[in-house]
């Protein structure tokens, strides 16, 4: 029982029902009936009678993250633990992609060339001496580039090598040969690189020189050097090897903080989506970045809002699709959402010039639209402010600004409307859905909100990499903040109004018959007066949208 002096207003079911939400996030409706049972009192309280409590469970939630094995304990570099006296006392079980570089004989490793031998002897006995915490190393042998392992001082070494009871003095670690897409996001995310940029830092930390950079991206050597003086710029580093040296160190941290291979990874690899790109929005005092993907090169231009909880993550093979069908879909984050910085006042005037700002800033002047759930009612907003820009505008599983309909009942309802009241209440409620969100979980909370209609169940049954593109597009969305859902929550139960009737484009609305996430009796509402395409899916919930993903993206070719 979490215990505070500030607590004794608060009522006991609803703090019991506060924990065991933040034991497991799937509890979630019995949160929700201690709320609709005590709501109207919590909402009398002082808020600073509720903080203390609420604090008290965000901080129970990220407890349990620590304690529950979440924190990694895997290592998925190639990896060598040394004595002082350069011999292995373990070392990873995958180094058979090393051989044309170095191999272990007996309780030493050897190298194919001298000089990597020479480079690895000083760098083990800088460490080992104290002198340096680390050291970069060069390998050379019969491969057809370079590669760079990386020294690291026993104290140094993060948790997941487990050296308790071992002797070990050091630690040599070399990242997997090809520089990862989180890497690469990480890098332009922490730097504000451009792709360009980042293609050269791969290149570099694989081995390349300039000339053999320009020959690959076929560019001019002035190029890649200019490029590579703005990298130096935006990182504070000047010279190619500390550059090298950096991109090493966050290849081996991200490959050490990794987790183990998913067995879902084959069926959902972050290979299959594009870098993030940003934009930054100026408006106010306070710059703040807008990420977004772009999937294909088309002619034709869609702006794609996505769900709650969603990011700019579309369904595997999205790029090859719009670039065959001409498209060139560009799916923004919004802010608090995904790598988009949060905007201290979310609201559908914010996000809609947001759009309006990101097509300015890429020279978009006509765009089509598409809202998927509660991002239906961020693509009717901007639609009303963008008018004449907007040419066609798709709706699927949509919800409107008009916000939630609380005549509707249901747990789901029942728990927006209170949280929606309490501000402190819906950041908590959403930090600690954030600091305790794996992939099981989500999994699970998918499932419950996405199945209500039997060919739901069926297709992600029959399709179950489409589900784990949703668990992983989730953890996605979390990955900075939770405020982005939260303001959107604040946003749907305190709606502004937004005249729709300055709406110009042709407007389809696809939806499922059965949906229970956004009810279509609601949307129809909203766009009394607008002329619109409406087709209806009997036996089908919110899944629609993944269901007929390719017809929805060929809609798009056909309108506007």
């Not at 060339?113 to 083990?124: M, N, V």
């Not at 630690?171 to 897409?181: E, N, R, V």
Request: glycine share 6%.
């Amino acid at each position: 029982m979490l215990k505070s002096d500030s607590t004794d207003a608060l009522p006991a079911g609803f703090i019991d029902a506060l924990i065991g939400y933040a034991l497991d996030p799937t509890a979630w409706e019995a949160f929700a009936q201690a709320l609709n049972r005590d709501g109207q009192k919590i909402e009398a309280l002082d808020p600073t009678q509720l903080l203390t409590t609420l604090s008290q469970a965000e901080t129970l939630a990220w407890q349990l993250r620590g304690e529950s094995g979440q924190q990694n304990s895997y290592v998925g570099c190639h990896y060598f633990l040394l004595d002082n006296n350069a011999c292995i006392v373990e070392a990873s079980e995958q180094n058979g992609s090393l051989s044309n570089y170095c191999s272990i004989e007996g309780e030493s490793l050897t190298f194919i060339d001298p000089a990597s031998a020479a480079e690895f002897d000083q760098a083990l006995a800088a460490v080992t001496a104290r002198k340096q915490r680390h050291a970069l190393v060069s390998l050379h042998g019969t491969g057809t580039t370079s590669r760079y392992g990386y020294m690291v001082a026993a104290d140094d070494l993060p948790a997941a090598f487990n050296l308790q009871n071992k002797n070990v003095d050091a630690g040599f670690l070399i990242a997997p040969s090809s520089t990862s897409t989180q890497a690469t996001r990480v890098l332009q995310t922490s730097f504000g690189l451009t792709p360009a940029e980042s293609e050269i830092c791969q290149h570099l930390n694989s081995g390349l020189q300039l000339k053999q950079i320009a020959k690959a991206l076929n560019i001019s050597p002035n190029t890649v050097r200019n490029q590579l003086q703005a990298v130096f710029e935006k990182t504070k580093i000047n010279r190619q090897g500390d550059l090298i040296l950096m991109m090493t160190q966050l290849q081996v941290i991200l490959s050490v903080i990794a987790g183990p291979a998913d067995p879902t990874a084959e069926l959902v690899s972050t290979d299959q989506y594009p870098q993030h790109q940003f934009v930054i929005i100026s408006r106010g005092d306070k710059p703040r970045r807008l990420a977004y993907r772009t999937y294909g090169e088309g002619e034709k231009t869609v702006i794609y809002f996505h769900e709650s909880v969603g990011c700019s993550r579309l369904l595997p093979g999205t790029e090859a699709l719009a670039s065959q069908l001409g498209l060139k879909l560009i799916a923004v984050e919004r802010p608090g959402t995904g790598f988009s910085d949060p905007v201290d006042q979310y609201t559908f005037e914010t996000t809609s010039a947001d759009i309006e700002d990101l097509m300015n800033a890429l020279s978009i002047n006509e765009v089509s639209l598409l809202g998927f759930l509660a991002g239906a009612a961020h693509a009717l907003a901007a639609a009303a402010r963008l008018r004449s820009r907007v040419k066609h505008l798709m709706l699927v599983s949509g919800r409107g600004p008009a916000g939630y309909n609380h005549a509707d009942g249901g747990s789901i309802t029942a728990l927006r409307q209170h949280l929606s009241k309490q501000p402190w209440l819906l950041t908590t409620f959403f930090n600690i859905l954030r600091s305790r969100a794996t992939e099981s979980t989500n999994r699970a909370l998918i499932r419950r909100f996405y199945c209500s209609a039997d060919s739901d169940k069926r297709f992600f049954a029959a399709n179950p990499e489409v589900l784990e593109h949703m668990v992983k597009a989730s953890l996605e969305s979390l990955v900075v903040s939770a405020s982005g859902i939260a303001g959107e929550i604040r946003c749907l139960t305190h709606p502004e109004k937004i005249d729709l009737n300055t709406i110009s484009a042709s407007v389809s609305v696809w939806h499922g018959e059965d949906d229970t996430l956004s009810p279509l009796d609601n949307l129809l509402a909203e766009l009394k007066g607008l002329d619109f395409e409406l087709r209806v899916f009997g036996n089908h919930g919110s899944a629609v949208f993944y269901q007929y993903w390719e017809e929805i993206l060929q809609q798009l070719t056909k309108r506007g």
